[in-house]
């Protein structure tokens, strides 16, 4: 399902797993990986250890499956000449050549890529300017911030304009306002098209931005998709509910007389109630017809479909990581 | 292969070497390869500064002679002569010394007896006579020759297959090679090169031919200096006899030839030992000593070692001193020479089968920094 055809070729558009492992000796890395990754943006979500790096790695053949296939759009792994014309990957290694200059570090990169110094030149200033670094440009690496040798290497992933970005804890070390900014670029680089990666154990952070998230735990993928979905599908968890009305507690008493309700406590300012459902289609059709029957409704928001929340009910509170 | 492709492989290849010719030639951890490959270029300045100095002392006893002599003055002195005939052949000694020996009577009772010693010293400006008279007639001679540029070649042709050879480049080329890869695994920063659109095999390529311009510029330099060194202490005359009537020049060229030939294959077995071993030296102790006993190998083995190319091509044959033992004097002899073309081939082969190696080993690599 994932190839297309181009002027009359077979092409891949997603970036496919197929029963990946990864042994460290006898360390498990990842185990038995399936995935198919569309484009946007993507997020690895679990607790350290749990396989994001790994996973990474392993998309960008800088470690071999122990088992299993992996293809990045039409490129196989251990093909990096060709691979890393489409791939940018942002690593978590905090280590840099010796003695270049954060400029110097973007464009030895793309000349490594075989491009000329005038062409290099310009799209290292260019991903140097996306990551607003030009002040701190020609200031040797060895001598940056934690968060400015984020954005360096931010800028070496971007810098040629990658198809594919991979990105391994891209906001770690960054200030609030380099956060949204980067949250920015990384939502026009997916709005262009381009597939974003990006793993993070802060699951509020990627909630806010991922069209979809892939839950590790273990080196197991243990859910993965649009963040709604996953959470639909956790039966054995009610859904909660926010709703926020005129008259919440005769909507409370109404809302008792369904058998879907598990539920109901009213909020303290008497102008909303959390209610807890286990069939949210029945839920939203029964709130419908007390609409209809007179109750103000002020606003409708699920509780429990954000990352955090499905994290704890699938790995359980005790792993799962704020 | 497309010429499109070929360009772009030569252009990361000139920026990986880029990248790297700063790493090997400043890296603080590499400074000791300049110190093994100033050694011998010291000891000949030290040798060349000792033996001007031997020279000038020779020229001022020359001058101070009541004539000029020559070599074959000096030899005209022999056992037996008299102080006088002595004085008669060479003049007036220029340096002399006399003592009074007393030596004990025969009996008890006669008084001792008094011998009188005198040692004269000639020159003629290249070589010093020493003349050892007792009792006014000559019991010993000793004529010790000035520079010679023979022994001096046989001893450059030492210092230069022992020492520089098999030390200074062997170890200046796993100091230089070893770290190519192994170097940035340790300082965590390889995965900058995985990270970029080019060929496992180009980068080792890269990587191959910064170590070796840095190997190659660090000891050809020491070559021509050990050279300049060595040619010093010569008069222009002699220089120029022994560079362009004596095969000074030709040999001058093949010990710059024979260095380069070194680097090349010391440094392929290095750069495949960097990614083969996390410990540098096992593989250096190994190497060593299969270096070390190629003498005593079957012809077979020795073909398998870079040291055996080497010694073919060495222009000056270092004699085995007499009374040596026979295993010393095996290890010294170029035994089973091979022709200058096949020695060239030879090590070119060996190279070549050992970067092989290395290009399949690189695209095996992963970055696991944790386990190194």
Redesign the interface.
């Known amino acids: 399902m994932n190839d297309r055809t181009v002027n009359g070729r077979m092409v891949n558009d997603r970036i496919i797993f197929e029963d990946v492992s990864k042994f ?2 006898e360390i498990l890395g990842v185990n038995r990986v399936n995935l198919s990754i569309p484009p946007g943006i993507t997020s690895l979500v679990g607790p350290n250890g749990s396989g994001k790096t790994t996973l990474m ?1 392993l998309m ?5 499956p122990t088992r299993g296939r992996i293809q990045v759009l039409d490129y196989k792994i ?1 093909d ?6 489409v791939l ?2 942002s ?1 978590q ?7 270049l200059t954060g400029f110097q570090f973007v464009y ?2 793309l ?6 110094s005038r062409s290099a030149e310009r799209l290292a200033w260019r991903a140097i300017e996306r990551v607003n670094l030009v002040e701190a440009a020609k200031r040797k690496v060895a001598g940056y911030s934690k968060g400015m040798r984020q954005r360096i290497r931010l800028a ?1 992933a971007l810098s ?1 304009d990658p198809k594919v970005l991979v990105l391994d804890e891209p906001l770690n070390g960054l200030d609030p306002l380099a956060r949204s900014e980067m949250i920015a670029l990384f939502r026009s680089t997916a709005a262009a098209g381009c597939y974003v990666i990006i793993s993070s154990h802060i699951l509020h952070e990627v909630d806010v931005i991922s069209d979809q998230v892939i839950l590790l735990s273990n080196g197991y993928v243990v859910a993965e998709g649009q963040i709604q979905n996953v959470r639909s599908e956790i039966q054995e968890h009610p859904t909660q509910i926010l709703i926020r009305c005129s008259r919440p507690r005769e909507l409370a008493a109404k809302m008792f007389e369904y058998e879907h309700t598990i539920e109901v406590s009213i909020h303290k300012d008497e102008r909303g109630l959390l209610l807890k459902t286990r069939d949210a289609d029945r839920f939203y059709l029964a709130l419908n017809e007390l609409a209809v029957n007179g109750i103000e409704i002020e606003s409708i928001a699920p509780a429990d479909d954000d990352v955090l929340s499905v994290y704890e009910y699938l790995i359980g509170n005790e792993e799962a990581v704020r | 292969m497309k010429p499109m492709m070929k360009r772009i492989w030569w252009e990361q290849i000139k920026a990986v070497v880029r990248l790297e010719m700063k790493k090997t030639f400043f890296a603080k951890r590499g400074l000791w390869i300049y110190v093994v490959a100033a050694l011998p270029v010291m000891l000949f300045i030290a040798f060349a500064m000792a033996t001007s100095h031997q020279q000038a002392g020779r020229a001022s006893i020359a001058r101070q002679s009541e004539r000029p002599l020559n070599h074959q003055d000096l030899l005209a002195v022999k056992p037996g002569m008299t102080n006088q005939e002595v004085i008669s052949v060479l003049g007036k000694p220029p340096v002399s010394f006399q003592w009074t020996e007393n030596r004990p009577a025969e009996t008890e009772k006669a008084p001792s007896i008094e011998v009188l010693h005198e040692d004269y010293h000639y020159s003629d400006g290249q070589n010093d006579l020493f003349v050892d008279l007792v009792g006014g007639k000559v019991e010993q001679i000793n004529i010790q020759q000035g520079n010679n540029l023979g022994q001096d070649s046989v001893m450059f042709a030492g210092v230069f297959q022992f020492f520089f050879l098999r030390l200074a480049v062997f170890f200046g080329c796993l100091g230089i090679f070893m770290n190519l890869f192994r170097g940035e695994i340790l300082d965590r920063s390889l995965h900058f090169y995985f990270l970029a659109p080019i060929r496992r095999e180009v980068l080792m390529a890269g990587k191959f031919l910064a170590g070796l311009l840095a190997t190659c510029t660090i000891f050809v330099t020491s070559e021509i200096l050990q050279t300049v060194a060595f040619l010093w202490h010569f008069s222009p005359s002699g220089r120029d006899l022994y560079l362009y009537h004596n095969h000074g020049l030709e040999h001058a060229a093949i010990y710059v030839g024979v260095t380069l030939l070194a680097c090349v294959g010391y440094g392929a077995f290095f750069l495949v030992a960097g990614m083969l071993f996390r410990n540098p030296i096992i593989p250096a102790a190994a190497i060593l000593i299969w270096e070390g006993i190629n003498p005593f190998l079957p012809t077979v083995l020795k073909q398998f070692s870079v040291i055996y190319y080497l010694k073919s091509l060495c222009p000056v044959a270092i004699p085995t001193p007499p009374g040596m033992p026979p295993l010393m004097a095996l290890l010294i002899s170029t035994s089973d020479p091979v022709a200058a073309p096949i020695a060239v081939l030879g090590i070119l082969v060996v190279a070549l089968a050992a970067l092989y190696v290395s290009s399949l080993q690189v695209r095996r690599m992963e970055i696991n920094y944790t386990t190194e």
């Open positions: 460290y000796g790695n960008t053949g800088l470690v071999k251990d990096p000449e060709n691979l890393f014309r940018g990957y690593t290694f905090d280590a840099f050549p010796k003695g030895s990169y000349r490594l890529s075989g491009r000329d070496q040629h």
